[in-house]
Structures are given as C-alpha cells and as structure tokens.
C-alpha cells in the first residue's frame, strides 16, 4: 500500500470511530428530542407525564427524564429562538431528523464499518440535506426576529448536527460519484 493510500485509509477510521457516538447520540437522545418538538409534547421534564395524552408523549416523557433531557432549560437561554417557537418548519425538520437520520446514521456506521459502497450516494444525499438543513437553522437563528442571544453557544449546543454531515460528506465524497467501469 502506497503511503497516500495509507493515510487515506487512517482518515477514513477516524472518520468512522467519530460516527459511532454520534449516530449513538442522534438515535438515543436527538431522538428523543425530534419527536417531543415534531409532535409537540410538552418540553420540560416537570409535570411532563401528567400533561401528555398519549401513551407515546408519556413514554417520550420517561425516556428524556431518563436521559435528563429538560428542553425548558434548554429554550430559556435564549440561544435557540427558532426551537423555541415550535413553528412548522423546525417541526418539519425534527420529523425529518427522526424518522431518517437517526435510522440512517445506524445503517451508515454499518455500512462503513463492513466497508460497503452501496451507502455512498445515499449517504451524499442525506449528508448534502442534513448540511443544508442546519445551514438554514444557523441562518435562521443568527439573523432571524429574534436572532439568537449567542449563536457560538448554539452551535456549541447542537455540535451533533453540526459535526455529523461534514463528516459524512468528507468520508464518502472523495472518489468520483460515478465510476466508469468499462476502463
């Protein structure tokens, strides 16, 4: 193995050891998170279960006071206005977060780590909207009515997010998209 080849392939570990806790992250906890703001399940951990519903707010209620997910918290600093508001488009995106990115993530890190192709466009494809989704809530928050009271603290507090499709773009873009097999 050439020495180019070699560094390549230490990158691409790195890469992968990085995307195990975070595709952990976005499955247990970002989870969690994405349905109580997608459905609109009350976001504080006090009195949570007894203003819920259902028995999948009551469940999402146990699961976040089991992890010590507060989201009440989380709003009052004023750092993320958009969540805040539980406006359409961040339930949009929550949705989004849930029922795709957290399932991929898993399927990804399996993928790479059992070294199969197959997950390269997919993976560019959620990759390129997960970059332009957290693009748009940076955006949003840092110049939005009202803007973020300190967007590093948001970026900092959703560095997940923000990690997460640079380091999936970087690990399967490199090569060319499509390969000419008849050379």
């Known amino acids: ?3 180019k080849k070699n560094n390549l392939q230490r990158w691409r570990t790195v890469i992968d050891v990085l995307l195990v806790p975070i595709a952990l992250f976005r499955v247990v906890v970002g989870c969690t998170i994405d349905v109580a703001m997608a459905f609109k399940y ?11 519903v ?10 976040r006071a089991l992890l010590h997910v ?3 918290d989380y709003f009052a600093t004023g750092v993320d206005p958009v969540s805040a508001s539980l406006g359409m488009q961040i339930r949009l995106m929550t949705g989004f977060y849930f029922a795709c990115v957290g399932p991929f993530m898993i399927v990804l890190v399996l993928a ?3 070294k199969r192709e197959a997950i390269r466009v997919p993976a560019i494809v959620v990759g390129a909207t997960m970059a332009a989704l957290m693009v ?3 955006a949003r928050n840092a110049f939005g009515h009202p803007p973020s009271r300190n967007l590093g603290w948001f970026i900092l507090y959703n560095i997940v997010d923000v990690a997460a499709p640079i380091l999936i773009l970087t690990r399967v873009v490199p090569r060319p998209l499509f ?5």
């Open 1 to 3: 193995m050439t020495p």
């Open 42 to 52: 009350p976001m504080g951990l006090a009195g949570c279960e007894a203003a819920c």
């Open 54 to 63: 259902g028995k999948w707010c009551e469940f999402n209620c146990r699961l």
């Open 70 to 72: 507060d989201m009440l």
């Open 112 to 114: 790479l780590w059992t």
């Open 136 to 138: 748009a809530l940076i």
């Open 179 to 183: 390969v000419d097999r008849r050379s």
